[in-house]
Each structure stands twice: as C-alpha cells, then as structure tokens.
C-alpha cells in the first residue's frame, strides 16, 4: 500500500524522529532515565505513533532496520547529554525491541556495535522486551540475552502482567527489571484487584533482585501509592509526556 510504500523510505533514509518520555524518581522528583519512542513524521498525515505503523515494520520485514535506527539515534542522543552534564549523575536510556528483533541471532552483536560507534557505556542502555518474544523462541532469547548481560546492556520486561510467560520462565530469564502494565497503574489507589496485582509485581521483583518501574502513572494518588508499595521509578502523564530532545533538555537543565 501506499503506506507501506513510504514507511520503507522513511525507515530507509532516516525520516523518523524519536521522542521521550522521563523516568522519575518518585522520592527526589528527579528524571532518572528516559524512554525513547519512535514517530513517523508523515508528509500529508502528520506526526504518526508507532501504533499506526509498528504492525507494518514487523510484516514488511523493516523491524531490525528501525530499531537500528532507533539504537543508534537514542545511544548518540544519550551520549551527547551525558557531555553536558559530566558530573551529574548519568541519565539512563530504554529502548523498545520487537520480538523479531530479540530472536535475531545477530541482534546483542548489532547493539555491541552500535555502544562502539556511539562511545556509550552499555549500563546506561536498558533494552525493554516483551513476553512475546520469549514465548516464541525460548531458546534464541534465552541466549540473546546472556550475550547483552554478557556486553554490559539491561533488560527489562515491558507491560508486565499482561504476557503469556510463566513464572517459571521468569526465573530462568537473565532480565535486570520489570515494568509494571500501565493498565494495573491508572487506577491504583482506586481499585482493590489492582492494588493486590502491583503489591505482587513489587514483591516478586524484590525476591528476584530485579528493579521495577510503574509505567502509565496519571494522578498523585497512584504514586503515592506506589511509593507506599515499595515502587519508586515512574512515568506517565502526571510528570511528562513524551516529549521532542530539545524539551527534555531543558527538563533536564532545570534540575541541575
Ligand atoms: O508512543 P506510543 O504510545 O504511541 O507507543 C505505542 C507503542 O509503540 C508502545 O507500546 C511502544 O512500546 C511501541 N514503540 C514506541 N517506540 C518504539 C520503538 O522505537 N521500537 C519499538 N519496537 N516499539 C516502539
Ligand atoms: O508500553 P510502553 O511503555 O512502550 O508504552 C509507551 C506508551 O505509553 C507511549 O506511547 C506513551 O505515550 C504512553 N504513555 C506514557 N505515559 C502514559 C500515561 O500516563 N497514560 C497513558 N494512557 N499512556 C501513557
Ligand atoms: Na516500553
């Protein structure tokens, strides 16, 4: 289609724009780490999210070309942030990979390559997969990730709590965090089933050392209530929207 058409031109030269969306500490109100997101900036259409055309990537075989793209513009960004802060404490990048990604048996190569061409140090890049991925192919996954623990990189499992991965897996997983579904963190404070199904994240991530971040956080009473719980990274709308580099850099001078 005429959409697809485009998109592999845009993907092709580069024609895509990232926002990003702070991560903040709830107990010092600092942004910690922020997470990328792709647009599509449209000739006719406008600025397009990645809902619109995410589906597209994965079936025109796109998927590696813009997350490379994504890597590679994020890590570069981040590194030239780092520069204007040398001293502060240094801010954190995640990034999001398809499940196509994740099992392509190049991909932590691809990364490794890529933390090189942007003189990036890999803790601060944390890579957020989903569940699909690892359900899948079990075993390409598996050894994807022992290679980014191997090179430095984190992992966190995005939209925890709504996948197919069983606990047994999780256990088995070498992932450094767990983000919590926005759909258990809207009403929080609000709504006995979600309140029992966050205490349970908070408490599994404890036991399993992981680090745990509440994404979708809209009102004062769901981060109270998540600092009551034990949780103390979020994002979400009541704190900051995605938002263009130049938006966030000034967030981020006013905190310094
Ligand atoms: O920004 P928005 O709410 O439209 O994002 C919708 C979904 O698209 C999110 O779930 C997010 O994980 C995904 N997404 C955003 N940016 C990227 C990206 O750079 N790569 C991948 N694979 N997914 C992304
Ligand atoms: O699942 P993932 O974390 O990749 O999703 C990121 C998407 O979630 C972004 O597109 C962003 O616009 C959206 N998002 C971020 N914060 C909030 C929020 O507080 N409420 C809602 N409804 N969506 C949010
Ligand atoms: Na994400």
């Given at each position: 289609?005429?959409?697809?058409?485009?998109?592999?031109?845009?993907?092709?030269?580069?024609?895509?724009?990232?926002?990003?969306?702070?991560?903040?500490?709830?107990?010092?109100?600092?942004?910690?780490?922020?997470?990328?997101?792709?647009?599509?900036?449209?000739?006719?259409?406008?600025?397009?999210?990645?809902?619109?055309?995410?589906?597209?990537?994965?079936?025109?075989?796109?998927?590696?070309?813009?997350?490379?793209?994504?890597?590679?513009?994020?890590?570069?960004?981040?590194?030239?942030?780092?520069?204007?802060?040398?001293?502060?404490?240094?801010?954190?990048?995640?990034?999001?990979?398809?499940?196509?990604?994740?099992?392509?048996?190049?991909?932590?190569?691809?990364?490794?390559?890529?933390?090189?061409?942007?003189?990036?140090?890999?803790?601060?890049?944390?890579?957020?997969?989903?569940?699909?991925?690892?359900?899948?192919?079990?075993?390409?996954?598996?050894?994807?990730?022992?290679?980014?623990?191997?090179?430095?990189?984190?992992?966190?499992?995005?939209?925890?709590?709504?996948?197919?991965?069983?606990?047994?897996?999780?256990?088995?997983?070498?992932?450094?965090?767990?983000?919590?579904?926005?759909?258990?963190?809207?009403?929080l404070g609000q709504d006995a089933g979600d309140l029992a199904i966050?205490?349970?994240?908070?408490?599994?991530?404890?036991?399993?050392?992981?680090?745990?971040?509440?994404?979708?956080?809209?009102?004062?009473?769901?981060?109270?209530?998540?600092?009551?719980?034990?949780?103390?990274?979020?994002?979400?709308?009541?704190?900051?929207?995605?938002?263009?580099?130049?938006?966030?850099?000034?967030?981020?001078?006013?905190?310094?």
């Amino acid at each position: 289609t005429d959409v697809e058409l485009h998109l592999v031109t845009a993907v092709r030269n580069g024609d895509l724009l990232l926002h990003y969306q702070p991560e903040i500490d709830l107990l010092t109100g600092t942004i910690t780490a922020v997470e990328a997101l792709v647009r599509w900036p449209h000739p006719t259409l406008g600025l397009l999210p990645p809902g619109v055309f995410i589906d597209v990537v994965e079936t025109t075989n796109l998927a590696g070309e813009l997350g490379r793209w994504v890597l590679r513009t994020g890590c570069r960004q981040l590194r030239a942030w780092h520069a204007l802060d040398p001293d502060g404490p240094p801010l954190g990048l995640s990034v999001n990979v398809t499940p196509a990604e994740l099992i392509t048996r190049d991909f932590a190569s691809t990364v490794a390559g890529i933390l090189t061409d942007t003189d990036l140090d890999g803790r601060h890049l944390t890579l957020e997969i989903t569940e699909t991925a690892i359900v899948r192919d079990t075993r390409q996954a598996l050894s994807t990730l022992r290679d980014l623990k191997d090179i430095g990189v984190k992992v966190a499992i995005d939209d925890f709590g709504t996948g197919y991965s069983s606990l047994a897996q999780l256990k088995a997983l070498p992932v450094d965090g767990l983000k919590i579904d926005r759909g258990f963190v809207h009403s929080l404070g609000q709504d006995a089933g979600d309140l029992a199904i966050v205490r349970a994240i908070v408490a599994l991530a404890d036991s399993f050392g992981l680090a745990v971040v509440a994404e979708g956080v809209e009102t004062e009473l769901a981060a109270r209530t998540l600092v009551d719980l034990g949780c103390t990274r979020a994002q979400g709308y009541l704190y900051a929207k995605p938002c263009g580099a130049a938006e966030l850099e000034t967030m981020l001078a006013m905190q310094r």
